[in-house]
């Protein structure tokens, strides 16, 4: 055979074998199906998510600082129950839900949704894949703006939304290939800002359960793990990742104690379908697992935190209140000690340095002097009560 007749001989395999590979993706029911201008969240009755395992880290060591960001691990194995090859593509959605949005928002869509997902990363048996970032067919054609006093818009905006599936912007894609009866262990990894949502005075963090639903049958095993970075709560309240919040906005009165930081921390509240299981480790670290058999996502998970400021403030104004006419000396000396750990001084009084070391929200700063941390008025107000009550 000359070499211009292997050259078309294999041009024409490579042409089959790709023609082959289109109308097998084409074929098969998919997760997202790409079309004219997006893809297609659609249903796929071959792939079963067996198992769903979700990791979520927060770490926030100090309440000083906002971090606002949370890593996120999820491990699926999927199956697929037909005796046929299988090519499916897989998406993961990205942004907020024009639904949740316009329902917590009062009737306020936002223009622009932020995109909360950073370093998305896909592995497949271990094995790192490319993703693209694809926008998604179905738009939703929501009334935009603020409707104030138009009942009119509003309505048209409830109507909307009232009967349609989660409605996203954009979707990581990728493709993954199953032969017949595999089981395939996906991973996916990225990092969640949580100052990205609609609430000015919380960190939120929103996994989505609902997209579950698009593969075939229930999620034979889903399990729910929130690690918290450090083990520091203070009266009960939603402070520095400790004390979460799930769809429970409510703000309750902070009751500050002489030493409000011994109080164990509340597990989180609105919790659904199933309460958590609270585990300790050694080091003194929370985590909170929820462990689901036989699990129908119908909702996604909502995290709700207080951001370091609005939680040091809350602190702030409960310590003032409880000292605003106090005479009790105990009492003085425990919110000046509390005031100036907050600031990370360093004590010269040993036995009061290892109680306040002891405290996983107590980060030393050698460096801040007394000086620069009384500029705090409150602090000022406290110390003034202190010398009047000692004559």
């Not at 070499?3 to 082959?20: D, T």
């Not at 309460?275 to 699990?295: E, N």
Request: aromatic share 8%.
């Amino acid at each position: 055979m000359s070499k211009p007749s292997r050259r078309a001989c294999l041009l024409a395999l490579l042409l089959v074998r790709a023609f082959f590979l289109a109308n097998t993706a084409r074929a098969d029911g998919t997760y997202v199906k790409f079309g004219p201008g997006g893809v297609i969240p659609m249903r796929n009755e071959h792939i079963q998510m067996v198992r769903e395992q979700v990791d979520l880290t927060v770490h926030r060591q100090s309440l000083l600082a906002d971090d606002s960001k949370v890593l996120v691990e999820v491990t699926y194995v999927f199956r697929n129950h037909s005796d046929r090859r299988q090519r499916v593509h897989m998406g993961f959605p990205v942004g907020l839900d024009f639904r949740e949005q316009f329902l917590q928002d009062e009737g306020y869509l936002q223009r622009r949704r932020p995109n909360p997902i950073s370093r998305f990363v896909a592995r497949v048996d271990g094995r790192r894949v490319a993703t693209r970032l694809v926008p998604s067919k179905k738009r939703a054609r929501f009334p935009v703006g603020k409707f104030r006093d138009s009942t009119n818009l509003i309505e048209r905006g409830r109507k909307a939304i009232a009967s349609s599936p989660p409605l996203f912007d954009r979707y990581h894609v990728w493709a993954v290939t199953f032969a017949p009866k595999q089981q395939r262990k996906v991973v996916n990894r990225y990092i969640y800002n949580t100052r990205a949502g609609i609430y000015r005075n919380r960190n939120e963090l929103r996994y989505v359960l609902r997209t579950g639903a698009a593969w075939r049958g229930k999620i034979e095993e889903a399990i729910i793990r929130l690690h918290l970075g450090d083990k520091g709560c203070i009266s009960g309240q939603p402070l520095h990742g400790v004390c979460f919040q799930i769809r429970d906005l409510s703000d309750k009165p902070l009751a500050w104690r002489a030493d409000p930081f011994r109080r164990k921390p509340d597990a989180p509240s609105g919790v659904k379908p199933a309460p958590p299981r609270r585990q300790v480790a050694s080091d003194g670290r929370i985590t909170y697992v929820w462990s689901l058999k036989h699990f129908e996502p119908k909702q996604d998970l909502h995290l709700y935190y207080e951001t370091a400021w609005r939680a040091r403030r809350q602190l702030w104004n409960a310590i003032g209140k409880a000292t605003r006419r106090a005479r009790d000396r105990e009492l003085l000396r425990a919110a000046r000690d509390v005031l100036l750990a907050l600031h990370g001084v360093v004590f010269k009084d040993a036995a009061l340095q290892r109680r306040m070391a002891a405290k996983s929200w107590y980060v030393p700063r050698p460096k801040m002097p007394r000086a620069r941390a009384r500029r705090d008025k409150l602090l000022l107000r406290v110390e003034s009560a202190l010398r009047r009550a000692k004559r």
